[in-house]
């Protein structure tokens, strides 16, 4: 595992709400259910997260470093304990690793505190799919998603026991929902603490369990989420929502949720940044005339004054019809290409005004 700031991609001034949003930037990158995703690099991330998001646990990586932040380790109480002794002997030899027994402390040590630490589990964070049109990409919609997933329980409220029934505070912690172990060696004494076993860190429980979500406060059911897609956003562009994902487990914060935007392309309309291009046929005379012709845009019909003269390929401008910037900074414009039709098919008279044209040099 490397450093926990650099796998975020942070320093180590770096703010809770700056390590918030580059942890959601990596997560949703990275997610396993996502096409390129990485699961080995996602946990990763989360287990960064879970550390520096903590103020108590970055306390104890920054003190600690990687080898200890998550541990879960505490010094021994009556001072009889210092690692810098142990570095110290090791450096002057004056004692062995005899045995396993060495490896066997600081595998009690760091198995159990890792388990320790992680606590109640934030819920999953949930990716969906969604297809909009060109048109509602322009104007902007509310889209109802109907996502199956954990939610809290309507009956117990996301508690685990059954209404009415009473709490007993747990005899194995004694209510402090921890467990702590003290191992005495030639170096010391070691402490670990650890998550009750028995009630899971709640330091106390009910004496019947939800008969809806048997006791978890979370049940798996179909839920409506309405949301809203700016106008303006691009094909590929995320939405977060959060907690808006999966509930987490009894009282923990709620998993975050990812829509992935896929914009339907149109029949007629390109998108370029925040212009809209598309292309109108005129007739040859009208180009050499002059006139007015019909051009479609996203918001309608309008009336396009051809000057005389105009050249098949020339681009006109008609402002302020085109894709909205999804921040509010202005709206794109829509350029219509114009194509000349070139008569196939010309009468005798027809050609005679086509070469007295030609024999003007124009």
Same mark, same amino acid.
């Given at each position: ?18 390590? #918030? ?47 200890? +932040? ?44 890792? #388990? ?22 322009? *104007? ?25 029934? #009473?709490?007993?505070? @747990? ?38 369990? @939800?008969? =809806? @979500? ?16 700016? $106008? +303006? ?18 009282? $923990? ?13 149109? &029949? &007629?309309?390109?998108?370029? *940044? ?25 918001? +309608? ?6 000057? $005389? ?11 302020? &019809? ?7 900074? +202005? ?15 010309? *009468?005798?008279? =027809?050609? &005679?005004?086509? =070469? ?7």
């Amino acid at each position: 595992m490397g450093d926990f700031y650099e796998i975020l991609g942070v320093s180590k001034n770096a703010g809770d709400d700056e390590i #918030k949003k580059a942890y959601r930037k990596l997560a949703h990158k990275y997610h396993p259910d996502k096409a390129g995703g990485d699961e080995k690099k996602f946990k990763e991330i989360n287990e960064a997260y879970q550390v520096l998001s903590d103020k108590t646990k970055r306390a104890q990586y920054d003190q600690f470093g990687p080898n200890f +932040g998550q541990s879960g380790f505490s010094g021994s109480s009556s001072g009889d304990f210092d690692f810098s002794d142990i570095f110290s002997g090791a450096r002057g030899g004056n004692f062995e690793f005899g045995g396993g027994d060495f490896s066997d402390i600081f595998s009690d040590i760091f198995g159990g505190g890792r #388990k320790g630490a992680r606590g109640k589990k934030r819920g999953q964070d949930i990716q969906v799919d969604l297809e909009i049109s060109f048109q509602e990409m322009v *104007n902007g919609i509310k889209k109802k998603l109907n996502i199956y997933k954990r939610s809290v329980c309507e009956r117990c409220f996301g508690s685990g026991g059954e209404p009415g029934s #009473k709490q007993k505070i @747990c005899s194995v912690c004694k209510g402090t929902g921890q467990i702590k172990k003290t191992t005495r060696s030639i170096f010391g004494s070691f402490s670990q603490v650890s998550v009750c076993p028995e009630c899971l860190g709640e330091g106390k429980f009910y004496e019947k369990k @939800c008969h =809806q @979500c048997g006791g978890d406060g979370r049940v798996k059911k179909n839920e409506e989420i309405e949301i809203e897609i700016p $106008a +303006g956003i691009f094909d590929g562009q995320t939405i977060s929502i959060s907690s808006a994902g999966e509930a987490g487990e009894k009282g $923990a914060q709620a998993g975050d949720l990812y829509i992935l935007v896929h914009v339907l392309p149109h &029949k &007629k309309f390109i998108r370029k *940044n925040q212009d809209i291009l598309s292309e109108e046929k005129i007739s040859f005379a009208k180009a050499a005339l002059g006139g007015e012709t019909k051009v479609e845009t996203i918001f +309608g019909e309008l009336i396009l004054k051809i000057p $005389a003269g105009t050249q098949s390929g020339e681009i006109f401008r008609i402002k302020n &019809k085109g894709v909205p910037d999804f921040q509010n900074r +202005g709206q794109g414009h829509h350029l219509v290409k114009i194509i000349v039709k070139i008569p196939t098919r010309l *009468n005798q008279r =027809q050609k &005679k005004i086509i =070469q007295e044209l030609e024999e003007t040099g124009d």
